[in-house]
């Protein structure tokens, strides 16, 4: 009877442990989309720090059988937050590979590789934490006033770990479904999208490295002091694969399913193979263990890639018992199915909070000598332009005159070679493209760069800046703080997915709309990131020509009321009804600028575009 | 000396295996990190064709096909498939970590976890120039650089080969231009393949005793060495991998060997956080 008991709380410890492991890798990579394929080093961290800052000092111990650093003896629960502490440092060195620059597979083999590499060095070195054969003997918490084998001593550790849990399921759930949450999800969908609407990927990669390293660290302790020894063989690191799997049968970017996760793949595996007769040669179980998470990763990836428990769909609009809309055909033909909304009656200046009208066609934003070059190619060559502030202004050339790249430039969304760019009044040519969002400059992409697991309401609402709970400390103080002012948002968002016809899809996923409608989420969403300057690329491709023209109205209206627009587009409808002036681009020079009418009258133009 | 010697062999070996697996990315982004695992399996076949009494030199034939056959396959029937869903690219380098725990552990499954080595004879052994060699360690030197060679004259002078360089540049321009992409991707796969078996058997050959693991942390050396040249690139590979393999070796002789290779690891992260594209590469326009 007592042996069931014992193997109960040994059960709940272990589970515990995986299921707080899980959530905090589910909160890295099925919410932020950081993918730390070195995860579990910092499970281990936390292990050895709880270890060494409980354990009395290594030469006085035992006879000094092992070697280890620190040895302060500490007693409960210091341990356990050093432990915390341990794995949140452990995160900063990596925040260089995760930075914002970086390909999300190139980060994670070079986290892959740093816990490889920390794993042979932990394992070689000695004197730092007893190498190859790790440390043991680490006391229990209390264990001067209990007898840690007692039974009741391990249920009462075994509740102890599973508050704590609970407690970590109640953090990561507070920051996910914040909107702070719903930026690293908009990070994970599309992390450069999400740059240029003015989130600082590098501080939140940051933030959710440390705290989900904080996480690990703390699961590694409680671990560490329960089975009283830790050692290198514990985190290979295959050890984070078994994880990733876990959150990926699980359900990656429900915390739920990263539990079910942990208790399916990690405890499951280990209390199954308890039970299978010795067969074959002694490799024989573990390899076989092995393969089926190998196995089981490639068939949910590719069956049920959203695990058991997909990610909840939030819906924001309120309207809760309203059935999700059929997401609409992929083909552009559903556009003209688009209601055209009351867009005319929408007042664009209150909702975006423009302010007051100034317009003093005053030079807003400027280049001098503005140059990109890949390899060899020069793509973009001196190009100096002035934009001024109120008006709508055109930018037309044929494929590869480098006007997509101008225009990234200007937002600085890619660097460029040389050359100066101005804003009001200021040089900006080294400021990062987040921080020009925010002073007011937001741009639109070619190419489809919705938030596809983002409602559409969530596309628009994230965009809104200086929100108070878009902060991580802003996150953790919770709804009470940022819920009344995010209904407000919420609300604004509502409306102007009103005026452009798309509120029967406030609730469904971006990803799941036609071109033509993600064209629109696209400029409501740089609309409510309050522009100064609307960098648009493109943005009536796939567009009905009806709706078009409504939304050239509107671009029209919003200039009057004194935002800058600069529109690429190859449509020269538009670009005679609404663009003054234009600039013509060709092979990476400034051919020509005025407008319409004055460009058709000049033969080079003409030559390079018009006609051709 | 002879620690430049051993760095010859490792060089020569890791030269061979990066310039397939840098070809593979190349030619689909994927990283394919199940790289190690095919090796392993390669070098079993041709132990097991050795084992039946044929020289471990035309043992060796066996291990090239089964690399060749195993890639092409998961290329066809994995990462095309997971491709085609447009998934993030993490999705893939997640699969073939799975694919990689299922290679190497269903290896360990079938053949046991000890240790096994190639019947052949060592062959006498040479002085050259202050080094020492053994012929079979020649040989492998020599098969090495033949295939490079080899690598060389396929990339630089046939029409497959400007049509893999093309397809690498740039897939949908390629595809516009008449070039069938599908055609060249697998064949790519095929030969990268037999690249990487061959790297695998004379890897297991040059370490003299190996088993199903041997090769699970060689996945370090391939992405040190497939950075440092650049992604993608195979003479960048070429350079890579003689740089990381004879600095791994040199450095062992003055360091704790266990030690050896942290220099891989440095340079692989130094390369990731300063130049990701590699010590002589640009940004790409894509």
Not at chain 1, 143 to 154: E, G, R, T
Not at chain 1, 174 to 200: C, F, H, Q, W
């Amino acid at each position: 009877m007592s042996s069931y008991g014992y193997y109960i709380a040994i059960i709940l410890v272990y589970a515990s442990v995986d299921a707080m492991a899980c959530m905090g890798l589910n909160l890295e990579f099925g919410v932020a989309g950081i993918s730390n394929f070195g995860y579990i080093i910092f499970q281990s961290a936390g292990a050895y720090a709880a270890a060494i800052l409980s354990m009395p000092n290594a030469a006085s111990s035992n006879g000094g059988f092992q070697k280890y650093v620190l040895g302060w003896h500490l007693p409960w629960p210091f341990p356990w937050i050093g432990a915390a502490i341990a794995g949140g440092l452990l995160a900063l060195p990596f925040v260089f590979i995760v930075g914002k620059r970086l390909r999300g597979d190139f980060a994670a083999v070079g986290l892959l590789v740093s816990a490889v590499l920390l794993n042979v060095l932990v394992k070689n070195y000695v004197p730092f934490l007893n190498g190859d054969a790790g440390i043991s003997l680490v006391p229990a918490p209390f264990q001067s006033h209990f007898n840690p084998q007692s039974l009741s001593y391990q249920f009462a550790y075994g509740a102890v770990a599973i508050i704590l849990t609970i407690g970590v399921y109640f953090l990561v759930q507070r920051v996910t479904e914040s909107p702070y949450g719903r930026s690293l999800r908009a990070m994970r969908d599309n992390d450069i999208v999400a740059d240029s609407l003015g989130k600082d990927l590098r501080k939140q990669r940051t933030s959710i490295l440390i705290l989900g390293g904080m996480i690990a660290g703390l699961s590694g302790a409680i671990l560490v002091e329960f089975i009283t020894l830790w050692a290198p063989g514990a985190w290979g690191y295959a050890e984070t694969i078994v994880l990733f799997a876990a959150i990926i049968i699980g359900g990656a970017g429900n915390h739920k399913g990263a539990i079910l996760g942990a208790i399916l793949v990690p405890v499951g595996f280990e209390e199954i193979t308890r039970y299978l007769p010795p067969l074959g040669n002694p490799e024989l179980v573990p390899a076989l263990e092995w393969v089926s998470i190998g196995l089981l990763i490639v068939l949910f990836l590719w069956f049920r890639p959203d695990g058991i428990l997909p990610e909840r769909r939030r819906i924001l609009s309120g309207n809760k018992n309203a059935p999700p809309p059929a997401p609409s055909a992929a083909d552009d033909e559903s556009d003209a199915l688009i209601k055209i909304g009351d867009l005319q009656k929408l007042n664009f200046r209150e909702l975006l909070r423009l302010g007051e009208p100034v317009n003093d066609h005053r030079v807003i934003l400027s280049t001098n000598a503005l140059t990109k070059t890949f390899n060899t190619v020069t793509v973009v060559s001196d190009v100096t332009i002035a934009i001024h502030q109120g008006k709508l202004t055109g930018m037309i050339g044929p494929n590869g005159a480098g006007k997509s790249t101008t225009l990234a430039m200007l937002a600085g969304t890619l660097p460029s070679t040389s050359g100066q760019i101005f804003y009001e009044g200021k040089d900006i040519t080294s400021m990062s493209s987040d921080k020009r969002a925010l002073a007011g400059i937001v741009r639109t992409f070619q190419l489809a760069s919705e938030f596809k697991k983002l409602t559409v309401l969530e596309n628009l609402v994230c965009a809104i800046p200086n929100q108070s709970g878009d902060t991580f400390f802003g996150s953790l103080r919770g709804k009470r703080y940022w819920g009344a002012e995010d209904r407000d948002n919420i609300e604004r968002a509502k409306e102007v997915l009103e005026g452009f016809g798309l509120s029967q899809y406030a609730d469904a996923y971006a990803g799941g709309l036609s071109g033509g409608q993600r064209r629109l989420v696209e400029i409501m969403r740089a609309l409510l990131a309050e522009p100064k300057v609307l960098l648009l690329d493109e943005p009536m491709a796939g567009v009905h020509p009806n709706l078009a023209h409504k939304i050239g109205d509107q671009l029209t209206k919003l200039c009057e009321g004194g935002m800058t627009i600069v529109m690429v587009e190859h449509e020269l409808s538009i670009m005679d009804a609404f663009c003054d002036p234009v600039i013509v681009l060709a092979e990476g020079r400034v051919l020509a600028q005025g407008t319409m009418s004055e460009l058709r009258q000049k033969e080079e133009v003409v030559e390079a575009y018009l006609v051709g | 000396m002879s620690s430049l010697g051993f760095g010859l062999i490792s060089a020569a070996v890791l030269a061979i295996a990066t310039v397939g697996f840098t070809m593979q990315f190349a030619v689909t982004n994927v990283l394919n990190l199940a790289y190690g695992s095919i090796m392993i399996n390669s070098a079993f076949v041709s132990y097991y064709v050795n084992q039946h009494g044929v020289t471990a030199w035309v043992a060796l034939v066996g291990g090239v096909l089964t690399g060749a056959i195993a890639s092409w396959l998961l290329n066809r029937f994995v990462y095309t498939p997971f491709q085609r869903r447009n998934l993030a690219p993490i999705t893939v380098v997640i699969v073939s970590l799975g694919i990689d725990l299922m290679g190497t552990f269903g290896l360990q499954a079938i053949v046991g976890g000890g240790f096994v080595s190639f019947t052949q004879n060592q062959g006498s052994e040479y002085h050259f120039a202050g080094l020492l060699l053994s012929s079979l360690q020649l040989i492998i030197i020599g098969i090495c650089a033949a295939v490079l060679v080899g690598v060389h004259g396929l990339l630089k002078y046939t029409r497959l080969g400007k049509a893999m360089r093309a397809t690498s540049a740039n897939r949908s321009l390629a595809r516009n231009s008449g070039i069938k992409t599908n055609y060249i991707i697998s064949t790519t796969w095929l030969i990268s393949g037999a690249l990487c078996g061959l790297a695998g058997t004379v890897f297991a050959m040059n370490a003299g005793v190996f088993e199903a693991t041997s090769a699970q942390l060689y996945i370090v050396l391939l992405l040190a060495a497939m950075f440092l040249g650049g992604p993608g690139e195979p003479y960048g590979a070429m350079f890579g991998a003689i740089t990381i393999g004879v600095a791994t070796e040199v450095s062992a002789a003055y360091i704790n060997p266990d030690y050896k290779d942290v220099i891989a690891f440095v340079v692989l992260i130094a390369m990731l956080m300063f130049r990701p594209f590699g010590i002589f590469g640009s940004e790409k326009t894509n």
